[in-house]
């Protein structure tokens, strides 16, 4: 069981928002270090898509975008399309356990 | 352009050792964090290693610490996991990922295509 915590899939229909969440605790998220998205589409290596909680990559489309609040962060994507489709994973930093931490994934479906 | 190319994964029996390479281009090695993460054929990505840019700190997962060590050489431009005593819990997909800053804490904004170990007798 993951530290950070996300859902273990979402779904949402082409043009739609979805939102997916990524809860920590006050020795991470909470203690103030920076949150990180990353895609994973099938069969490729993931691919950074939002670092520092809301900040994009250049080549990153502003349909996807990061936030965070307190202990948790969320990604959001608007106008859901099919090559959304994938698995992703937030990333922290735990100052108590002195480890990165991945969240546990969620599996978009884009129906 | 930055390219990262791991090497060294394979079959290994269980107790046994592996050494990963990751050759690195396209950037300045020596200012940038680097780390080990792993991926369990159909599982989510586990955090293995980290070392900053100036080797200074390096941090292990708790299920590798005391096993994997992690290093880098700059001449070669090169970053190693030596992997002692492996499980069948280590088979996996490795990945080799750059760092955005020099150090660990920050996000990994390149990775390499990955190198299986599979631990089995």
């Known amino acids: 069981q993951s530290v950070l915590t996300q859902p273990p899939s979402v779904s949402g229909a082409p043009g739609q928002r979805v939102t997916i969440s990524c809860t920590g605790s006050s020795s991470n998220i909470g203690a103030g270090y920076d949150v990180h998205w990353y895609q994973q589409l099938p069969g490729t290596a993931p691919k950074l898509l939002i670092y520092?909680?809301?900040y994009r990559p250049s080549g990153v489309p502003d349909r996807f975008s990061g936030s965070k609040s307190g202990t948790s962060s969320s990604l959001a994507i608007t106008g859901l399309q099919a090559e959304d489709e994938a698995d992703y994973y937030c990333?922290?930093?735990?100052?108590?356990?002195?480890?990165?931490?991945f969240g546990g994934g969620t599996k978009l479906t884009v129906l | 352009e930055v390219q990262l190319v791991e090497s060294g994964g394979g079959l290994v029996q269980p107790g046994r050792s592996l050494r990963l390479s990751c050759a690195v281009s396209g950037f300045t090695f020596d200012d940038y964090a680097m780390h080990w993460v792993r991926q369990p054929p159909g599982k989510g990505l586990e955090w293995v290693s980290g070392?900053?840019?100036?080797?200074?700190?390096?941090g292990y997962a708790a299920s590798v610490k005391g096993r994997f060590t992690i290093s880098r050489d700059s001449a070669k431009k090169t970053l190693y996991l030596q992997m002692n005593s492996l499980r069948a819990e280590d088979t996996a997909l490795y990945y080799c990922?750059?760092?955005?800053?020099?150090?660990?804490?920050?996000?990994?904004?390149?990775w390499g295509q990955g190198t299986l170990v599979t631990v089995s007798s």
């Open positions: 070392i900053s840019w100036n080797s200074a700190t390096i």
């Open positions: 520092n909680n809301n």
């Open positions: 990922t750059k760092g955005s800053g020099g150090y660990t804490h920050v996000d990994s904004d390149y």
């Open positions: 990333q922290s930093y735990d100052s108590s356990l002195r480890v990165v931490l």
